[in-house]
């Protein structure tokens, strides 16, 4: 039988659920305490399934099964309003082996190839919200970069300018630096700060993700 794909389920307390897949860096979606959280997850699996490629790993991602919700937990208010996992799974806290902790680490350096590739391919002008609104793409981009630099990657002693996000050399130069410190910090056995080294892997993940589909959603490519 093929196996199982846990799943974590983050109630807000009023308006959204998250539905994430934690050994799967990346993949977390959310819809409304109405919706279905587990078929709005799986909708983004052919998604995700070219990040699992680009990371090395399509084949096993692939002979993947079905979901199954192995915890739920009661969310922040970052989940009602932003759609964000703000809790670690408890399986999160356990030590990883060393072939988990590739298979996340490369994930997330394929989440950041995945964001580059979409932004730089994706119309200058981005298709407007339901209200005329929405953030344009050099925004996007820039927050994007900009929100690990500032926030998440400091929780394992990488602190760079925030002016880094507008160097693409500087950028990848500090990805790398990044992905060394993650290393540094699971070779050590020690966690992000207060965060489990896991959970900073698979939020910084979903971050870049959640915002290059966003980006690959609003695309008026097809139109120009």
């Known amino acids: 039988m093929s196996e199982p794909i846990r799943v974590m389920l983050e109630s807000g307390k009023k308006k959204r659920i998250v539905a994430s897949a934690f050994d799967w860096p990346g993949w977390d979606r959310s819809t409304t305490l109405r919706g279905d959280a587990l078929e709005m997850l799986d909708s983004y699996r052919p998604r995700f ?25 009661e969310g922040i208010g970052m989940t009602d309003y932003y759609g964000v996992s703000g809790r670690t799974a408890t399986a999160e806290l356990e030590p990883m082996i060393e072939a988990d902790f590739e ?18 391919n994706v119309s200058s002008e981005l298709r407007k919200g339901p209200r005329g609104g929405g953030r344009e793409k ?4 820039r927050h994007a970069n900009g929100a690990e630099i500032d926030e998440f990657a400091p929780k394992v002693g990488v602190k760079v300018p925030l002016e880094t996000r507008d160097d693409p050399a500087a950028l990848s130069t500090y990805r790398s630096d990044f992905a060394d410190a993650i290393r540094e910090h699971h070779d050590q056995g020690a966690p992000a700060r207060r965060w489990a080294l896991q959970f900073l892997i698979r939020r910084c993940a979903w971050h870049m993700l959640d ?14």
Not at 104 to 115: G, N
């Open 138 to 141: 050099e925004h996007i981009i």
């Open 49 to 73: 399934a070219k990040v699992a490629t680009l990371a090395g790993y399509g084949d096993e991602f692939a002979a993947l099964g079905d979901l199954q919700v192995v915890e739920e937990v």
């Open 103 to 120: 298979r996340k680490l490369a994930l997330l350096q394929a989440a950041w190839s995945t964001f580059d590739d979409i932004a730089t």
């Open 211 to 224: 915002h290059a589909w966003e980006l690959e959603d609003r695309d008026l490519t097809e139109n120009s």
